[in-house]
């Protein structure tokens, strides 16, 4: 959290002027604390995003990434630090064409606020911040969480549905060693593929392949 009140009372009224923010920065270099708000503030912003058209896919949730060991429906990805220069990049999403066009066109609007935590701004450090950001989407005090911790029952329905969960192999797969109900595996759930290869594409291993499903759940999304 930034030491300084006044630029967080101008950050919560949404006043994100680049001029202004130019000023406080000379004020207080704190004004843009941590790596991770300025992270936040990329991550909304519609600057880093020229053109989009519809994927195959849905969106992962982003709720404890940090946790992951592999990223992406298909794992296609590991790290988190360098995950998020692929979406920038790439046509369909983000449809930069390259890191120079992105730079110059947020330079005006982030360069002193990396100049202020003492980074370059560049792809790689627009990666970086945005990672410290996601590494703060955490749902980690849930329901399930407090009576895992001994803190709290969980309500009768729930307990049935746990039940449920564990006698008819749901956990198998969805392991409720962590509160995430994940064992951050690939299995093929025998659903239909609607031509996306899934976890095929990144091992060429078809035992492993992660198929896609219907609506609206899971990886594919038509
Ligand atoms: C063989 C392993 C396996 C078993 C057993 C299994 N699942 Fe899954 N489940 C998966 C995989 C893999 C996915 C992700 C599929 C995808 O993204 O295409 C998934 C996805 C889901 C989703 C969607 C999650 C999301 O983020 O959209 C739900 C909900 C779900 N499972 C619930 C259950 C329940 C309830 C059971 C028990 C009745 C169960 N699963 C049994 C492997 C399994």
């Given at each position: 959290?930034?030491?300084?009140?006044?630029?967080?009372?101008?950050?919560?009224?949404?006043?994100?002027?680049?001029?202004?923010?130019?000023?406080?920065?000379?004020?207080?270099?704190?004004?843009?604390?941590?790596?991770?708000?300025?992270?936040?503030?990329?991550?909304?912003?519609?600057?880093?995003?020229?053109?989009?058209?519809?994927?195959?896919?849905n969106?992962?949730?982003?709720?404890?990434?940090?946790?992951?060991?592999?990223?992406?429906?298909?794992?296609?990805?590991?790290?988190?630090?360098?995950?998020?220069?692929?979406?920038?990049?790439?046509?369909?999403?983000?449809?930069?064409?390259?890191?120079?066009?992105?730079?110059?066109?947020?330079?005006?609007?982030?360069?002193?606020?990396?100049?202020?935590?003492?980074?370059?701004?560049?792809?790689?450090?627009?990666?970086?911040?945005?990672?410290?950001?996601?590494?703060?989407?955490?749902?980690?005090?849930?329901?399930?969480?407090?009576?895992?911790?001994?803190?709290?029952?969980?309500?009768?329905?729930?307990?049935?549905?746990?039940?449920?969960?564990?006698?008819?192999?749901?956990?198998?797969?969805?392991?409720?060693?962590?509160?995430?109900?994940?064992?951050?595996?690939?299995?093929?759930?025998?659903?239909?593929?609607?031509?996306?290869?899934?976890?095929?594409?990144?091992?060429?291993?078809?035992?492993?392949?992660?198929?896609?499903?219907a609506p609206p759940h899971c990886?594919?999304s038509?």
């Amino acid at each position: 959290m930034s030491t300084c009140v006044f630029p967080i009372l101008i950050a919560g009224a949404r006043c994100y002027r680049a001029k202004i923010r130019l000023l406080l920065v000379l004020i207080c270099p704190l004004a843009f604390g941590t790596e991770q708000e300025l992270g936040e503030r990329l991550f909304f912003d519609k600057k880093l995003s020229i053109d989009g058209t519809p994927l195959p896919r849905n969106a992962p949730t982003l709720l404890n990434v940090a946790d992951r060991a592999a990223l992406f429906h298909d794992g296609g990805e590991s790290n988190l630090d360098t995950r998020a220069i692929t979406p920038l990049l790439n046509k369909r999403e983000m449809a930069n064409p390259n890191p120079a066009t992105l730079i110059t066109r947020l330079s005006y609007d982030y360069q002193s606020a990396f100049a202020a935590i003492k980074l370059e701004l560049s792809i790689e450090n627009i990666a970086l911040a945005l990672a410290a950001y996601e590494r703060t989407l955490t749902a980690k005090d849930t329901a399930y969480d407090r009576w895992h911790n001994n803190q709290q029952p969980l309500s009768p329905s729930a307990t049935i549905g746990f039940g449920l969960f564990n006698r008819h192999g749901c956990a198998e797969c969805h392991r409720t060693s962590n509160a995430q109900f994940t064992g951050d595996l690939f299995h093929n759930t025998g659903v239909p593929t609607n031509n996306d290869l899934g976890r095929f594409a990144v091992t060429k291993d078809p035992a492993l392949t992660d198929t896609g499903s219907a609506p609206p759940h899971c990886a594919i999304s038509n």
